[in-house]
């Protein structure tokens, strides 16, 4: 004999159906707390203030994703820009896509909305691809459908990271290294996303343990300069040999680079005048310092 469920008894099917369905309703901005360890910045910059600006005329026009938490209330999956607007322009209620979706479900789908965007930083990818990545591995060999979270195709004879690959547009080999990312203080992260440390010579800093990190964050505010490649991958190899000390960083990070030594740079149109068409980079630099030489004797002359 089969007998009801307790759902069966004390739900309506519409209140079934909806755990089952998205449904768009406006729901108040503080029933809806941000995605755990959400790996995108919201920041105040102009693009925000266009958006206040807009919320604040206009409301918000497209709805954000969130799904119900068992706890009570609501999880952002993709709206967090759109919720701070929200508080900034004095709308305490925004319009929400409610969707049931598993954990793993939920990363998956917060990661794809958010690649979206015009500029990611490399923190942002780094942590994003990771979050992504392990959420692939948990779904035991299955990929999702980014629309519907409902599993497609097994994934066969590539890895996770070769599919992870193909849906972000960057190359597995890419996406270890931005994962790589990951392993770096906070500080030196920062500097990769100002542009002031490359991937390749960030990816080798990655190998080097929290206390060497620091230490190699004091020498470069002592020293006022980055790494390059060939420095990052010295200290790594001390790293591992276990043999990279506070003072080794300071020799290493001390040493002259190439690309910042000095140089000065005369535009073509301000010399061509005193030299023949095709002549050499090397001649010219060469007929200028003998000229210079020449001056520098004749002032010395003149001073005596």
């Known amino acids: 004999m089969n007998l009801p469920s307790a759902d069966d008894l004390f739900t309506t099917q519409e ?6 369905q998205e449904y768009v309703k406006e729901i108040s901005i503080y029933e809806i707390t941000d995605f755990p360890d959400h790996p995108f910045k919201v920041k105040m910059d102009d693009k925000m203030l266009e958006t206040i600006e807009s919320v604040r005329d206009h409301g918000v026009l497209v709805p954000v994703l969130v799904r119900e938490k068992p706890t009570g209330g609501y999880e952002m ?5 759109r919720k701070m607007a929200c508080e900034l322009a004095g709308r305490d209620k925004i319009p929400c896509i409610v969707r049931n979706l598993t954990d793993d479900e939920a990363i998956v789908v917060m990661v794809d909305s958010n690649l979206q965007r015009e500029k990611i930083l490399p923190s942002e990818k780094a942590f994003a691809y990771k979050m992504k990545l392990e ?3 948990r779904q035991q060999g299955y990929r999702s459908d980014l629309t519907s979270a409902t599993p497609l195709q097994k994934l066969g004879k590539k890895s996770s990271r070769e599919l992870l690959a193909e849906q972000v547009g960057e190359s597995h080999e890419q996406i270890r290294k931005y994962i790589r990312l990951t392993n770096l203080i906070p500080e030196i992260l920062e500097k990769v996303d100002d542009g002031k440390i490359g991937m390749n010579p960030a990816v080798a800093l990655s190998y080097l343990s929290k206390k060497e990190q620091e230490l190699l964050h004091d020498a470069m505010e002592s020293e ?3 790494p390059s490649y060939d420095q990052a991958i010295q200290m ?3 790293s591992k040999e276990g043999k990279l000390t506070e003072d080794i960083i300071m020799v290493i990070m001390s040493q002259e680079k190439p690309n910042q030594v000095e140089q000065w740079k005369i535009p073509k149109s301000k010399l061509k005048k005193y030299f023949p068409s095709g002549t050499s ?3 010219i630099e060469e007929t200028i310092i003998k000229a210079l030489e020449l001056y ?3 002032e010395k002359t003149r001073e005596r």
Not at 15 to 20: C, G, L
Not at 77 to 81: A, D, E, F, L, T
């Open 15 to 20: 209140e079934r159906a909806q755990q089952t």
């Open 135 to 137: 959420a692939m591995k």
């Open 236 to 238: 790594r190899n001390l």
């Open 281 to 283: 980079q090397e001649k």
């Open 77 to 81: 999956i993709s709206g967090h820009r």
């Open 296 to 298: 520098r004797k004749r």
């Open 224 to 226: 006022a300069c980055t």
